[in-house]
């Protein structure tokens, strides 16, 4: 079940800082054989980054990272037993392209202009191939999530073997 990030329901607000993320215990690729959780990860640290033009991963620094609690949850699951809680904005790299629950505030990130909504029917792009979608729930609880803002090189990762966005915020001129 999805409960398997240790969610706890509290008080639900709105977010409290502009950024997407995901639960604890989110699996980060470090290198193609080797994860940490995303609450683990540090400025300073080195993970398997993607670049989706070449499909070729390389190690990029991670510049910036975050910690904040969150109430606009998304759960998705996965045709292969996995699953992921994440903000509703956070980015996954379909076969068609960028897509997430909420595209509107996806849109503000570097690197995210061209955004789709995410459904059930999407192949996600993963670290071995694609993975479909057979469920989007959207539980009413507030958790804190862990983000990685920016990477060194590019701006995509992988998350439970997910590729995923790095957040970083434009700047007023772009």
Not at 6 to 31: G, M, P, W
Not at 102 to 123: Q, V
Request: net charge negative; with cysteine; hydrophobic share 35%.
């Amino acid at each position: 079940m999805i409960a398997a990030t240790a969610l706890k329901a509290q008080d639900v607000r709105h977010d409290a800082l502009e950024v997407y993320c995901f639960a604890a215990n989110t699996k980060i690729s470090i290198t193609e054989t080797t994860t940490r959780n995303i609450e683990e990860i540090k400025k300073g640290d080195h993970i398997l980054a993607y670049d989706p033009e070449t499909k070729e991963t390389f190690q990029a620094e991670v510049l910036e990272t975050a910690t904040v609690p969150h109430d606009n949850i998304v759960c998705y699951t996965f045709d292969d037993g996995r699953h992921i809680t994440a903000t509703d904005d956070h980015p996954l790299l379909t076969t068609h392209g960028w897509a997430s629950s909420n595209p509107a505030k996806t849109a503000k990130y570097k690197g995210f202009s061209k955004i789709s909504t995410i459904t059930d029917r999407d192949e996600i792009i993963t670290d071995d191939g694609t993975v479909g979608i057979i469920a989007i729930s959207r539980p009413y609880q507030r958790i804190n999530t862990y983000a990685i803002i920016k990477l060194s090189k590019g701006n995509a990762f992988f998350a439970n073997g997910l590729a995923v966005g790095a957040e970083e915020l434009k700047q007023k001129n772009e």
